[in-house]
């Protein structure tokens, strides 16, 4: 595994995506021609900052795709939307400004020439060790941690995937922390490179993450929304992500990690945007069994979420297995609290989700049988998707790949 | 020494903008802010340089002109009320001033020789007005307030790159500029947005 691979895996998910919004969008009225551009700009802006070897350019692009996605949100033409697009574009438009002023200090702390290189700025930051490149990488972690979502600027990830239409919370969900990740991934071997620390960024890393996961299990216990509870796995994912950048994995499990990452999180909120079509009300405990739902609906989301935590054909599940090798071998025991979290929070999942089956079994509804359909295959699409991924996986694995030694 | 009055006019800029009550003329002193930041481009480049032309035609397009006319305009649009008051009230806001002069006070001491002429006063007057800026963004409510304490920020920010890495290349110094305006046209836009669907659900019922 490796970019290139990431690379190729997320456009097949992009592409799957897209055909969703453009053939099965019912959100708004919004004309999907029109925003269709924006949500190639989002996805193509973000594949680049993948490649970018320089900070400031990196940052433009993430940048960049904060105000491409506070436009797609606010695609649903609600009050409620428009009012959460503008709180992720400040939110993270101020994270990101934090982020630069930290790559501002970060440059200057390093090196004598200009440059915001981030192999120049390796090379150099062992031979000056200062306060300032602390400061720097600090600021530019906790910037960028406001636009993965961490604890404490954790408040618009939730809002943002819960009120998106289902396709652009999946592009969000499953893009968006893993180009923050992979920016913060020289970071946290720079914090690794700093032989006198005051406040490792790095370990501020492990605790926002370690935060954030503690606080998706808080509130998760107390929604009942169906389009909330999906983007608190996401927000307990992010948090993971947090965990894992901690770890500093190889390459090759980094970027299985990261290519598991996409295909579920698209994989969850996709089987949503299926559910929620066939689902009467959004609320768990509002829906009148009588209303009926799909077995397919049901089942497509109830297995997303066995995706998402525990089945062995996961490539999350493998990933988990690999970050928990390393932390062994490392001796970090104390990891064994992340799966301890992740089963924790699946266990509240599944007691929130679960009345869904009590649910009446019928038909598709007529309106939207179509749509649905459209929806059903997608999404079955990246079920093979994700359990391809494993499957290669777990083949490397047994044949002395993925840092088997 | 004028340069460094530029730099103590800025950061008054950002004091006049935390505590003042009027949108209009939070809105034309951050115009001012913007015009005072050709100052430094004075200091840091000499005026045969292509950089230096460059960076006073995107700070008075963008910071002076595009950013005020933008918020002008749509206070002017959505007739909104002028008057608009800090979260914690004045005297606390202006306290919470305090505790980041001293932080500024304490980095600046750890700083090493600046790369070009500038007095170090000069940098505690920019790292303030990016408190400043993140400031207004806690202590004020009003939404179009939270623009400007944006556009306070990145000033700052700027500023900061001026002087401490003598910018960024032109290509990234304009894709920059050009970000901070749509972020601020978005916001904006968005905003616009739900005064429509507030009053569309007002019709409707």
Partial sequence: ??????????????????????????KSDASVRRWSPLIGAFYFVLIISWFMTDFATQWVLIEACTLIGALLISMSQNEKATNVAWKFLFLNSFGMGIAFLGLVILSY?????????INVIMQNIQAKQNPIIEVGIWLIVFGYSTKLGLFPNQYWVSDTYSESPSQISALFASLIPVSVSI???????????????????KNALLVMGV?????????????????????????????????FLWLNTSDEIFYLALTSLVVIKAL?????????????????????????????????????????????????????????RMAVKHSYYWYTLVPCLGITFFAITLYKILPLMNIDSRGFKPENIKMIRIRIGLTLFLFAIAILIAAYGFYMFSTGGLDNA | MIFDLIYLLLLLTGIIILVENRLSRQIIVIAVQGFLLCGSVFQVYHYTEFHFWMLIVLILAFKTFLTPYILI?????????????????YFVTLLLFIPGLFAV?????????????????????????????????I???????????????????????????????FGTELIAFVDALLVIVAAVSLQTRVDFYKNLLKEKR
């Fill in chain 1, 183 to 201: 920016a913060l991934r020289p970071l946290v071997k720079m914090d690794e490179l700093m032989l006198i620390s005051h406040f490792s960024s």
């Fill in chain 2, 73 to 89: 305009t749509t206070l002017k649009r959505l007739k909104m009320t002028e008057h608009t008051n800090p979260r914690f009230g």
């Fill in chain 2, 105 to 137: 006070l304490k980095i600046s001491n750890g700083l090493k020789e600046l790369p070009v002429q500038i007095d170090k006063v000069g940098l505690i007057y920019v790292l303030l007005l990016i408190y400043l800026g993140i400031l207004t963004f």
């Fill in chain 1, 1 to 26: 595994m490796n970019k290139y691979t990431l690379t190729a895996v997320s456009l097949v998910i992009f592409l799957n995506l897209f055909s969703s919004v453009y053939f099965a969008f019912t």
């Fill in chain 2, 139 to 169: 202590a004020r409510r009003h939404w179009v307030v939270l623009i400007i304490g944006f556009v306070m920020f990145e000033n700052g920010i700027f500023l900061l790159t001026l002087i401490l890495n003598k910018g960024l290349p």
């Fill in chain 1, 211 to 243: 935060a954030t996961m503690i606080y998706s299990i808080l509130t998760l216990y107390q929604v009942r929304d169906i389009r909330r509870i999906t983007s608190l796995i996401a927000l307990f994912h992010n948090g993971a992500i947090g965990v």
């Fill in chain 1, 268 to 324: 969850i909120f996709a089987s949503l945007g299926v559910l929620r079509l066939d689902l009467s009300s959004r609320i768990i405990d509002e829906i009148n069994p009588k209303d009926g739902l799909h077995p397919i609906s049901k089942f497509i989301y109830l297995g997303s979420i066995f995706m998402a935590f525990a089945v062995p054909i996961s490539p999350m599940f493998l990933s988990d297995m690999m970050a928990m």
């Fill in chain 1, 109 to 117: 702390g390093v090196h004598n020439v200009v440059s915001m290189n």
